[in-house]
């Protein structure tokens, strides 16, 4: 059985998506990574779009996937969905696919439109980086916010983390692979230990903790 799911905004892309296992199967589109999960480059009436094919999970979660727990792409579409609400953005999401063979759960397919955002964290904490201090800045207004509103991102590494700088010289950030978001009260330690992952420095620091301080009260 087949579940395909397309945002209000992309429902002409609905035939495509739901053809996707058939097209990853078939080799079509641009592999842009290729780990325990695989990403792909698809265009599709004028939409560029990326493609994350979840892996195969263990036998257990099969079962847990088939009956208790949403997917893996139903639920990063979802919390894409909720982020942009409250105006934490994320690349817009498109839909999913998922598939299930009675009551074992298959493989499952998160699309959302490919991110024009030129650089991620890894870049901007490199000591030659032009605007450093305005780029870090600016991730840790975004982390602060997504706290105050109770998302904890739980793989919240450097390249979960997009950043451009606009025409008018502000710099907005992305957030990405999001299907491991906790919904809770971000206290100050949890809210510090959420930044454990990225790349710093004491000088990395010095920037980014007065300005989620600020934004949080701390």
């Known amino acids: 059985m087949r579940k395909v799911f397309t945002t209000p905004e992309f429902r002409n892309q609905h035939d495509f998506i739901s053809t996707l296992p058939e097209r990853f199967e078939r080799g079509e589109g641009t592999i842009i990574y290729n780990g325990r999960n695989q990403l792909r480059e698809f265009t599709n009436n004028g939409v560029t779009m990326v493609v994350k094919a979840f892996c195969l999970p263990k036998f257990i979660n099969r079962i847990v996937y088939g009956l208790l727990r949403s997917s893996k792409a139903q639920r990063s579409c979802e919390y894409a969905q909720m982020l942009l609400k409250h105006n934490i953005q994320t690349p817009a999401p498109i839909g999913y696919v998922t598939e299930r063979n009675g009551l074992l759960f298959g493989r499952s397919y998160y699309v959302s439109m490919k991110s024009g955002f030129t650089h991620s964290f890894f870049d901007i904490v490199m000591p030659d980086f032009a605007e450093r201090k305005k780029h870090l800045e600016a991730v ?19 390249g979960n983390i997009l950043l451009t700088e606009m025409a008018d010289g502000t710099v907005r950030v992305e957030i990405i692979d999001l299907n491991r978001i906790q919904f809770k009260s971000i206290s100050l330690e949890e809210g510090c230990k959420n930044f454990e992952r990225l790349p710093m420095n004491d000088d990395i620091i010095d920037i980014i903790a007065p300005a989620y301080a600020a934004i949080r009260n701390f």
Do not use: N, P, W
Request: aromatic fraction near 10%; charge should be negative.
């Open 140 to 158: 840790a207004i975004t982390t602060a916010q997504m706290h105050e509103h109770g998302f904890l991102h739980k793989d919240y590494s450097g």
